[in-house]
Structures are given as C-alpha cells and as structure tokens.
C-alpha cells in the first residue's frame, strides 16, 4: 500500500513570495490534516479535511494560508505572501477515520528568506 | 486552550534500561491518545494507541492511561540505541469535531 505522496520535499523562498504545497493521502482515507511543524515543536494542526468538506481550520492564518482538496482526494496548501516564521516542516496525514491512526508523509521543508 | 504537556527532555537512558516516557493532558473529553516516534529530520510514525483505562502492551512498548489523571505514559523495555528519537504524545476527544492535539515530544537518548 503506497503511503501518503507529499511534494516538493523542500522549497526556498523570499518573504513574502508566495509557494504551494501538495499531498496526496493513502487511497481512501478519507480525513485529510495538514500540520505546521516548528523545529523543536509538535505538529500543530492548520486544518483538517473529511472528503471534501473543512472539519476545523481555526489555527490556520486565514489572512495567508489556504487549503483546498478538490474530489475530495489529493489537496494543497498555499502561503501567499509568506513570512519568515512560516519556515518550518510542513506534514500532511490522513486516516480512515477521525479517531483512526493517522499516517504522515515525509513532509515539505520551507525555508523562508 | 486544549494542551497536551511532554518534558522536553532529553530523557537519557542507557542500553537495556527501562525508558518512561509521560504526557498529560487538560481536556477531559480527550478519549483517544497516540505515541508517534519522530527520528531527527523524518516524519512522525505511530507506535501506539489506547483508549481505554489501564495498559497496553505490545512488544516492548507499554502504554498506559489514567483518565482520572489525564495522564498517559509510554514504557520502553530493554532500550535499543535505535529508540533514540522524539516521542509525541497526541490526544484526540470523542465527539465534536475530533481536533488532535500534539504534545512538543520528549526527546529520548539511549547510549550503549
């Protein structure tokens, strides 16, 4: 069973330049999170996914960040404009279920000059 | 706010010992809890779950959970230097919109 496809694995940018991500979860999983990771941190969750639909974004900076997951399959996160507190690994997971295990992708390193 | 607090550590073991790992939690309507084990520079994977009261076991992991003190701790058995990684603790409520929450990790160190 393939795991959960994230690209590009890093990226460089200057601030407030704009930059996207993609991930693809394991094939139906329905519950897809995106999650913000700070070095020496815990993944902090930017929004969650069930199919199509939003089931939380209240920690995503809506001023600069969105996501969208189009069918309800793979999705994207864009900064646009980024700031240089954005650098961090960016995660995505998915699951079966809400409550079920979540299985992470290798994440999307950004480096914001 | 909903938290789930870990020491940062690093926790410092040596091979063959008895590692233990704690996290504790300050929403009661937490029902579920993860362990993920994060090696320096890769993504989390999932070394345990547990729902319910008391202990679970498996292999030479054992985790365990006290409602009642919100609390969840992760025992390692005989010590590999291959168990050298983050330990994050998670915690997801039943009911509502099911928001994980993570722990900053525990940074464990095991030397020969």
């Known amino acids: 069973e393939a795991g959960v496809a994230q690209s590009p694995r890093y990226k460089i940018i200057e601030k407030r330049q704009s930059v996207a991500f993609w991930c693809n979860p394991i094939?139906?999983?329905?519950?897809l999170y995106w999650y913000q990771q700070i070095l020496g941190q815990g993944p902090k969750l930017l929004i969650q996914?069930?199919?199509?639909?939003?089931?939380?974004d209240s920690q995503l900076p809506k001023d600069r960040f969105s996501a969208e997951r189009l069918k309800g399959v793979d999705s994207t996160l864009k900064i646009q404009p980024a700031k240089l507190e954005d650098s961090a690994v960016y995660l995505c997971?998915?699951?079966?279920?809400?409550?079920?295990?979540?299985?992470f992708g290798p994440g999307t390193r950004l480096l914001v000059l | 706010q909903k938290e789930v607090e870990q020491n940062s550590g690093p926790l410092s073991v040596p091979e063959g010992a008895i590692a233990s790992l704690n996290c504790t939690y300050s929403?009661?309507?937490?029902?579920?809890f993860f362990w993920y084990r994060q090696y320096s520079g890769k993504s989390p994977e999932l070394i345990m779950s547990i729902y319910s009261n008391g202990d679970k076991e498996d292999g030479r992991f054992t985790a365990q959970l006290n409602k009642a003190s919100q609390y969840v701790s992760l025992l390692i058995r005989d010590s590999q230097p291959s168990d050298s990684a983050t330990y994050l603790c998670a915690a997801t409520p039943r009911g509502g919109s099911y928001i994980p929450t993570f722990g900053r990790g525990t940074s464990l160190i095991v030397h020969p």
């Open positions: 996914f069930q199919n199509n639909g939003v089931v939380d």
């Open positions: 997971a998915s699951s079966s279920g809400a409550q079920e295990t979540q299985y």
């Open positions: 929403d009661r309507v937490s029902q579920s």
């Open positions: 094939s139906g999983h329905a519950t």
